[in-house]
C-alpha cells in the first residue's frame, strides 16, 4: 500500500502530493496550502529530477505536482520515469508556455493535467482533487497560447534587410514614400523599391496590410527605430 494512502478520523481518504519545483517559495507556499486542506496532504518537495524520481520511488505519493522546467531536465522527461516505476501516480504539470509538442508528449506519457504556475490556487487544488489516469486537465489560458504558438509557427518566416525594417516602421509611422525617402536620405524610386520588396515578402497588397501583418509577426519590435534613423541623419 502506498505511504500516502492515510485515513482521517471521519474515514475519508486523503491523497499524498509530492511537489518537485526549484522555485522554493513557491513550493513553500503550495505545501501550505496543501496542509491547510482536509483532504491532501504533502507528503515531500524535490528540487530537481534526479531528486523528484527517487523520492516518489521512496514514498510512492497518489499524486505529484511538477514544474516543467527543472535545473537537471524538464518535467516530461521525470513524469515518464515516476510513470514507468508506478503508473498510477497521477501527475500534474506546471509551466507557462507548453508548446503543442509538449502537450502531445504528457498526453502520450500520461500526465493527468497541465496548470499555470501564476493560475489561482483553488483552481489547482479542484484539478489535484479531481486529477485521473488516462485523462489530462488542460487550462484554457494554456490550450490557447499553444494553439496561438502553433498557428504562428505555420506561418512561414520573412526576413527583412534593415533598410526594409526601417522603411517599414516609417510606414507604421504613417509616413509616405516621399517623406520616409527623406528621412532615410534615399531617393523616391529606391524607397518604392523597398516598398515593393516588403509588400511581397509580406503577401500584402497594400501598405496598410503590410503594417498589419507586420505587427502580427512581430516585426515592428525589433531593430533599429525609425526615429532613430531619422536622429542619425540630422546628426
Sequence with gaps: MSMSHVQLQSGTRTLGIIVVDDHTIFAELLVGALEREADLVSLGTAATVADGVRLCRELRPDLVVMDYHLPDGDGLRAAARILAHAPETRIVMLTGDPSPEALEAAAAIGICGFLPKDGSLSAMLDTLRHARPGSMTVHPALLADSRNRAKRAAVPS?????????????????????ASSRVLGISPNTCRGYVKAILAKLGAHSQLEAVVKATDLGLLGAGRDARDARDARDA
Design 158 to 178: 520573412v526576413v527583412l534587410t534593415q533598410r526594409e525594417s526601417e522603411v517599414l516602421r516609417l510606414l507604421a509611422q504613417g509616413s509616405d514614400v516621399q
